[in-house]
């Protein structure tokens, strides 16, 4: 395959894009490797924001790329699949060895997945500022169920990322360009959502540590929920062209409602059954014994909706049969 000049071109492409978007994440692992050696421990005030799980992030998206000649060579069908399962064990693999072997020195030392758990709350220039009263009322003690979200979010970017790198590659290597429209919107979508993911890093969104967030955190979190859902429902959607109904439309849009409830469910490990409220009155609070809000059945809806409105755009003069041709292409 690297003998087509222009796949490989396409190839080394993906992947400078890949070191160039990593180029701060690799250098926080680097650094805490660094310090690791140097001292035994990471300071406080040295702390890399969000060295996990983003450094893994990047080393195993990294991986994948580099993996797309091999694999599009061997599996010509299932590459992406394929992809995925190296690429999110590669993950795991360094995700568990910084968070185990990683300490970090507060007022102790504590192992980095502790530490982390507590920037779920506040950024880490507010760590030692803040009230904690409300939070440890919430947190009840340290629980690993808190990395159900943290880890559903990495793996989100890790996979739609790579289906991005991997469609483009294909449609160089077979010139068949039936998906290109559901990878552009995937690219957007993904880049989109890296970009909140980046941002939260830095701001943790503008929390303060209580349960009732301000109007501005509010309006962060709830896009955020939204576009992770939209994120993988365009995701799913963008194998399922040309098909019925309920497999391109509904099934997608199903799909990114059941992953923005599954970032709810997250939500509520971290905080102890219950949910960051978006402000006061019935729209925000508890229906009856719930802990889900009409604000967040509105999140819910909402991803699920606009995940329809663009599976609707990009089915919309999608020819079934060249579609078909690909997958028939893909499994010679």
């Not at 530490?115 to 340290?142: F, I, K």
């Not at 629980?143 to 739609?160: D, G, M, Q, R």
């Not at 790579?162 to 880049?191: D, E, H, P, W």
């Not at 830095?202 to 962060?220: H, K, M, N, Q």
């Amino acid at each position: 395959m690297l003998k087509n000049k222009r796949y490989r071109g396409y190839w080394l492409l993906f992947l400078v894009i890949a070191v160039l978007a990593s180029i701060y994440p690799l250098f926080m692992g680097l650094d805490v490797v660094v310090q690791m050696v140097e001292n035994g421990y990471v300071p406080i005030d040295d702390y890399p924001k969000y060295v996990i799980p983003y450094t893994p992030v990047s080393v195993a998206v990294i991986v994948g790329v580099l993996a797309i000649p091999l694999l599009q060579k061997l599996f010509r069908k299932h590459d992406l699949l394929y992809g995925s399962i190296v690429s999110v064990a590669v993950f795991f693999l360094t995700e568990r060895l910084m968070e185990t072997k990683v300490l970090v020195q507060t007022q102790m030392l504590v192992p980095l997945e502790s530490w982390q758990m507590s920037l779920c709350y506040v950024p880490p220039e507010q760590y030692q500022t803040r009230t904690w009263e409300a939070v440890d009322v919430l947190l009840g003690g340290y629980s690993p169920t808190f990395k159900i979200h943290f880890y559903l979010i990495a793996i989100v970017i890790i996979v739609t990322l790579l289906n991005c790198f991997y469609g483009f590659a294909k449609m160089v290597l077979t010139g068949k360009y039936g998906r290109k429209k559901a990878l552009i919107i995937q690219t957007a979508a993904s880049v989109a959502f890296l970009g909140m993911c980046i941002w939260a890093c830095f701001t943790a969104f503008y929390r303060s540590g209580e349960i009732t967030v301000s109007p501005l955190s509010a309006v962060l979190m709830i896009v955020f929920f939204i576009l992770l859902g939209v994120t993988v429902g365009v995701f799913s959607g963008s194998f399922l062209l040309g098909r019925s109904r309920f497999f391109s439309l509904a099934l997608p849009s199903m799909t990114a409602a059941l992953v923005t409830t599954a970032m709810y469910i997250g939500e509520m490990f971290l905080l102890s059954g219950n949910l960051y409220r978006f402000g006061k009155g019935f729209f925000f609070d508890g229906l009856g014994g719930m802990v889900l809000a009409p604000v967040d059945l509105f999140v819910i809806a909402a991803a699920g909706l606009i995940t329809l409105a663009i599976c609707i755009t990009v089915n919309r003069g999608v020819d079934p049969a060249e579609v078909q041709d690909e997958d028939e292409d893909d499994s010679e």
